[in-house]
């Protein structure tokens, strides 16, 4: 079980509103990833994170920014939300587990937005 | 352009039958290829992992193989039950990027029924 964790996971609000949506995790992982998956769609790279300070956007264009103040945290805020950004957003830390090869992607559970 | 297909993009079957999921690539320089299992509401959680040296590998009763040269790989699950009901989806790392960028595929949604 990944120690990776969202809030809320459920969210509803009114076209205009200022979210931010939480990602922590637990594991120490330098680097963290927003997605944004819509159903039945390959998930899409919207932000990425090397460390502290460092934040890159990814390849689909949002309107969305991100933070990285703490290691542990990854907050995604949308200054003004419309019902365009309606969708699943899933966070995402990396890291090599103990005699691997290969980093693994560990998700959280995913905050499902939908901005009426 | 790097892409990754998979199909069925749907599948039913019965509680205790197999069922073998696709996956094609056209990522280059290839790295890895992982299968994820999403269930509904959640986030995905890696099944596998192969790199091109490896043919097949398993996990309990998900096996996946790799053919590295027609970048072809494949998820096969025997015994299916009930819990088995997810997206299965497939995703191959580029060697060519720092970041070790991911690609996804749409997934296939698998349910079993009893």
């Known amino acids: 079980e990944a120690d990776i964790y969202q809030t809320p996971r459920y969210l509803v609000i009114g076209t205009g509103k200022k979210i931010t949506l939480e990602c922590s995790q637990t594991m120490g992982h330098d680097k963290m990833y927003w997605y944004q998956q819509d159903p039945g769609m390959e998930l899409h790279l919207i932000h990425y994170?090397?460390?502290?300070?460092?934040?890159e956007k990814g390849d689909l264009s949002s309107e969305s920014t991100v933070s990285r103040i703490r290691t542990e945290h990854f907050p995604l805020t949308l200054e003004s939300a419309r019902p365009s950004h309606t969708s699943q957003y899933l966070c995402?830390?990396?890291?090599?587990?103990?005699?691997?090869?290969?980093?693994?992607?560990?998700f959280g559970p995913g905050t499902r937005l939908t901005v009426l | 352009k790097n892409q990754v297909e998979q199909s069925p993009q749907s599948l039913i079957i019965l509680e205790g039958k197999n069922c073998t999921l696709q996956?094609?690539?056209?990522?280059?320089?290839?790295?890895?290829l992982r299968w994820y299992k999403q269930d509904t509401g959640r986030g995905p959680v890696s099944l596998t992992i192969m790199t091109f040296s490896e043919n097949t590998k398993s996990n309990g009763r998900y096996t996946a193989t790799l053919d590295a040269d027609t970048k072809q790989s494949s998820l096969h699950i025997t015994a299916s039950q009930l819990s088995d009901s997810a997206s299965y989806i497939c995703?191959?790392?580029?060697?060519?990027?720092?970041?070790?960028?991911?690609?996804f595929g749409r997934g296939t949604q698998l349910t079993v029924w009893p």
């Open positions: 995402a830390s990396s890291g090599r587990q103990q005699g691997a090869w290969a980093d693994t992607q560990y």
């Open positions: 994170s090397y460390g502290v300070n460092s934040t």
């Open positions: 995703v191959v790392t580029d060697r060519g990027s720092t970041l070790g960028r991911l690609y």
């Open positions: 996956c094609n690539y056209t990522v280059s320089p290839f790295s890895n």
